[in-house]
């Protein structure tokens, strides 16, 4: 599977962005989804998951409040809502795709990769 992110942008503190990621190359229900963000010198970290039906998802605790992750199979997307922005939130935000079911929290999890979109947060 191909992975295309994208709704990445310059936003005020306070504001919200909506993600998108895109999927293309084998049925999109068939992998659990999740989004990653990595900021310059930091590692790679774990932001939110999806199981292949929508009906699990998990947060990172920092964002549990802030953010949603959702998908649409039909249309072969998944998108990551994220609300009260903080400058703290800046960073390339990745999604990923794994053919493993069950709770994946671990970027090494994930074989499939986009190829992130910006996310800057102003103060």
């Known amino acids: 599977v191909q992975l295309q992110a994208s709704g990445g942008g310059l936003v005020q503190a306070g504001g919200s962005l909506r993600l998108s990621c895109a999927a293309s190359?084998?049925?999109?229900?068939?992998?659990?989804v999740g989004w990653f963000r990595q900021a310059p010198g930091n590692e790679r970290e774990f932001v939110a998951t999806?199981?292949?039906?929508?009906?699990?998802?998990d947060y990172a605790e920092s964002m549990k409040d802030r953010f949603t992750i959702s998908r649409d199979n039909a249309k072969n997307t998944a998108y990551l809502q994220m609300n009260s922005l903080k400058p703290e939130d800046t960073a390339v935000y990745y999604c990923?795709?794994?053919?493993?079911?069950?709770?994946?929290?671990?970027?090494?999890?994930?074989?499939?990769w986009g190829q992130g979109t910006q996310v800057t947060v102003s103060s």
């Open positions: 999806i199981g292949w039906s929508g009906s699990f998802t």
């Open positions: 190359g084998r049925p999109f229900g068939l992998y659990t």
């Open positions: 990923a795709a794994t053919k493993s079911t069950g709770w994946h929290v671990k970027w090494h999890e994930y074989e499939y």
